[in-house]
């Protein structure tokens, strides 16, 4: 029987380029024992299907320094100073013999045997790592930036240009750095989703009949440990409160900026503060199933995955590259055999070589995808993928169920209309007494506004369910029936009055539940679903960023669905529609207005979840469903993140487009300066930094976009 190979997720340090990120990948593919291997760029992590140890896959990254760590173990990775790492520190002495050496050539002359000797240590301290890459490639006939780089150096030192190929190390040196930065500034969104939750905490553990406090590490907690949580103090694991009041921040998991009262019975998640008092939590997940852990697994994935225009640049790069050899080979060899002057045009040639590097054409996505989805989870949206994102920036139409994602999703009573015989306290006493056995959403309305006025609960006698038209019991020994206005009829008579406000109330939207005492008639209370304060702000929001259509799709009642429609001037309603009948009307939509988003709860729309261009869960944060359901999850059940969201992937779009001209662009006006041959190395390298460091920067505009 064949032994299925593991499957292992590593963490990788200094992993600088997306080039060298592909390189990687396809040494480590290379190893006999790998089945299989891909590399996150955006998280920095590696999958590998194989039974291989850290030391083959270092040694797979020795070409740029690569260091591997488990993926299940906690990131210990040490934040170096800009001014620190080593590639920079040997940047830096480089320029200083760059500069000591023109020193020399203004005073002795460039020919001096010290001016050049000067240059030639500038270009072995600054381009030592690029010579190792450069020459490692030229055995295997392998081409990528720093192959390009090496031939050109090597190409200026053999024609005497030792200044220019001096400067172009210390530039290139300058340009890998920055990339680096921004690389890293763009990763630290999930160096921070990583440090929100504490890794150990305080725990009371049952040892016989006693209990023990104890702090441990977060990886050693079990479900069904207490945490004890003081104020002021992170929440280090999802649980259940067992016992204490306090205010929780939940920012960091949900995007709620106002803290959320928690009290017994209530969940909270790891990574949320505790505000004001003392809290007891019983643990239900351990570490790695964490609701903050799910989210960063997520997030990760999301990054890995490759968005439409990054396959297009990948493809693109991998053909340009040869392309730009071909065209420095023809630069060099082509215009001597007609106007002579090898020496000037072999110039040339090396100088088309340096402008060609696809350094900024590779980084223009990935850097805008990875900061771009980062931010988002900050905001508390998550997307699920480079891939959604570019979608919904395409976003022509957008569906939304009506119940928990236009509305809150839990009735409340909104009308109490009583005879004049009776007190409207005393009529919501009556119904409600009936009301508390049973278990209908409505019940626990009527029940919640009797608490909420602060009225005696009445207690109940004989109490008789009747399926499908209401209940009824005795009450300090009163017959009392509650039901629908349809069955309470058949038992008393209802004056024209109030039937005409019934017909009012249903036309509202609302649900009428009529009450009768001893065979008399003693008044209605009106329950309805309440409209999110939102809901407007957002389908206006949504008409301002030009999205062409909004529609509801819902299994309720048309009048209700056009009660709240008219609220919320939405004119194009479906209302009484099945699961079946939802995932048609995504498909007409799609079919009529290209691009669909389907705003839904996760669970109960999933076909049209499924079938819209983008799905978009309401879901809170514990909603595991709607993590695994939807193609975006809006954790705190904020419906105004959807506007936001819409904006953050036009935006992006708008940037990747940008960062794609920009790159052509520069290295387009460089290369036509081989024309009349006023293309030097410095303009080559200045073109080839320029476009990288337009990229880089353009794309962290994406950390400041704010809801």
């Not at 506004?449 to 009163?478: I, R």
Request: glycine share 8%.
């Amino acid at each position: 029987m064949a032994v299925t190979p593991s499957k292992q997720e590593y963490r990788l340090q200094n992993l600088s380029c997306a080039s060298c990120a592909a390189k990687f990948e396809k040494n480590v593919r290379a190893i006999p024992e790998v089945r299989d291997a891909q590399v996150n760029f955006g998280a920095s992590k590696i999958m590998i299907v194989g039974d291989v140890t850290v030391g083959q896959i270092e040694e797979a990254g020795a070409f740029d320094g690569i260091k591997v760590s488990q993926s299940a173990t906690k990131a210990t990775e040490k934040a170096i100073p800009f001014y620190k790492k080593t590639e920079n520190i040997l940047a830096s002495v480089s320029l200083l013999f760059v500069l000591v050496g023109y020193l020399f050539s203004s005073v002795r002359g460039e020919e001096d045997f010290l001016s050049i000797g000067m240059f030639i240590i500038a270009i072995i301290v600054g381009g030592v790592k690029i010579f190792k890459t450069g020459f490692r490639n030229l055995a295997r006939f392998e081409f990528d930036m720093k192959t390009l780089m090496t031939i050109a150096i090597i190409g200026a030192a053999i024609i005497g240009e030792w200044e220019e190929a001096a400067v172009v190390v210390f530039l290139f040196a300058v340009s890998e750095a920055l990339e680096a930065y921004s690389m890293d500034k763009a990763r630290q969104s999930i160096r921070q989703l990583m440090d929100i939750a504490p890794p150990t905490a305080t725990i009371k553990r049952a040892h016989g009949e006693h209990f023990h406090e104890m702090e441990l590490a977060t990886e050693q907690i079990e479900i069904g440990d207490i945490l004890l949580v003081k104020p002021g103090q992170k929440i280090a694991m999802d649980g259940i409160v067992l016992a204490g009041l306090s205010a929780v921040n939940q920012a960091a998991i949900t995007g709620e900026s106002i803290p959320v009262n928690k009290t017994v019975g209530d969940e909270v998640f790891a990574g949320t503060l505790n505000e004001e008092g003392a809290l007891e939590v019983r643990v239900t997940k351990r570490v790695e199933d964490t609701t903050i852990a799910k989210i960063i697994h997520l997030v990760e994935e999301a990054q890995a995955e490759k968005a439409p225009s990054q396959q297009f640049v990948d493809r693109f790069a991998k053909y340009y590259t040869p392309i730009i050899m071909l065209v420095a080979l023809l630069v060099a060899i082509i215009p001597p055999l007609f106007v002579g002057d090898w020496q000037h045009w072999i110039y040339q040639g090396l100088a088309v070589l340096v402008v060609g590097c696809p350094c900024a054409l590779v980084v223009s996505t990935p850097v805008a995808i990875v900061t771009a989805i980062g931010n988002a989870a900050r905001q508390g949206v998550l997307i699920k993928g480079g891939i959604h994102l570019e979608q919904l920036g395409h976003i022509d139409a957008v569906a939304f169920d009506k119940t928990g994602t236009l509305t809150k999703g839990t009735p409340v009573v909104t009308d109490i209309f009583s005879q004049e015989d009776i007190a409207e306290e005393e009529l919501l006493q009556l119904v409600a007494a009936v009301e508390k056995q049973s278990q209908h959403p409505l019940a626990k309305a009527i029940l919640k506004t009797l608490h909420e006025k602060q009225l005696t609960e009445l207690v109940p006698k004989d109490f008789q369910s009747v399926t499908g038209k209401g209940a009824y019991a005795t009450v300090d020994g009163q017959k009392i029936y509650v039901g629908s206005m349809k069955w309470i009829t058949t038992l008393a008579t209802v004056d024209d009055r109030m039937t005409e406000q019934v017909q009012k109330l249903q036309l509202q939207g609302k649900t009428v539940v009529a009450a009768v005492r001893n065979e008399h008639f003693i008044g209605i209370i009106a329950i309805a679903d309440q409209l999110r304060a939102e809901s407007k702000e957002v389908l206006q929001k949504l008409s301002a960023l030009k999205v062409k259509h909004t529609v509801m799709l819902t299994g309720d009642a048309k009048s209700t669905a056009e009660a709240i429609a008219s609220t919320l001037r939405m004119s194009d309603v479906r209302a009484g529609l099945l699961p079946a009948e939802k995932l048609a009307a995504i498909k007409a939509l799609r079919t009529k207005y290209g691009a669909v988003a389907m705003v839904g709860d996760g669970v109960n729309d999933a076909p049209a979840l499924a079938s819209a261009n983008v799905g978009i869960a309401m879901g809170g944060a514990g909603t595991d469903a709607a993590l695994e359901t939807a193609d975006i999850a809006l954790m705190g059940d904020d419906l105004t993140k959807l506007p936001y969201t819409i904006a953050l992937s036009r935006k992006t779009l708008r940037i990747i487009k940008e960062n794609i001209i920009f790159a052509l662009a520069l290295k387009c006006i460089a290369l036509l300066l081989v024309i009349p041959g006023w293309l030097t190395l410095w303009i080559a390298i200045f073109a080839d930094m320029g476009a990288t460091l337009l990229v880089v920067f353009n794309s962290l505009r994406l950390i400041k976009t704010k809801k």
